[in-house]
């Protein structure tokens, strides 16, 4: 004996299609027409490919994991180290215990060094100004700052050991 499920017949199709129709109107990313685009479209998607697994999607970090990404890279942005942090840690990554937000972190972020010197400035630009909302008058980071720092002999522990001179009481 054949049955009848909700897309049997015109009626039960409609039963069924309306409160998915509602359900996915009143979902959170329904509305994203409304949403403010980023300023470094082309950083949006590179951070989500390539960060967001770790950071999560809106940069706020995942506890034990990695740390969120909303405050100290507009503040490393600001100065000339800590621009050369941002740079580094992109291109080789960080291995150890580190302090964001006066919470404790030890973890290995992977290198990115594979990826093209635009695209890392661009994830850059979209965590400092798009995540972090660093203030329109600074400098965003060049391509020139990226390649730079490429080709170092520098690890992960050797960032991490850097980045101690760029925020000495942790983040």
């Not at 000339?80 to 215990?97: F, K, P, S, W």
């Not at 979209?126 to 203030?135: C, E, Q, S, T």
């Not at 002999?153 to 050797?158: H, Q, R, V, Y």
């Amino acid at each position: 004996m054949r049955t009848r499920g909700p897309g049997a017949g015109t009626r039960g199709a409609l039963a069924w299609a309306v409160p998915a129709v509602v359900s996915l109107a009143t979902a959170p990313g329904a509305r994203a027409a409304d949403a403010v685009p980023p300023a470094y479209p082309a950083g949006f998607s590179s951070f989500q490919a390539n960060c967001a697994v770790c950071h999560g999607p809106a940069g706020a970090g995942l506890p034990a994991l990695a740390p969120p990404l909303l405050s100290y890279p507009a503040r490393y942005a600001a100065s000339v180290e800590g621009r050369r942090q941002l740079a580094l840690t992109v291109l080789y990554g960080m291995i150890g215990d580190i302090s964001v937000d006066d919470k404790h972190y030890n973890f290995q972020m992977p290198d990115f060094a594979r990826l093209e010197d635009a695209t890392l400035a661009a994830t850059l630009n979209f965590v400092v100004f798009d995540l972090g909302h660093a203030p329109a008058d600074l400098k965003p980071l060049t391509t020139g700052e990226i390649a730079g720092e490429r080709g170092l002999a520098l690890d992960g522990a050797a960032v991490r050991e850097h980045r101690k001179s760029v925020a000495p009481n942790g983040s």
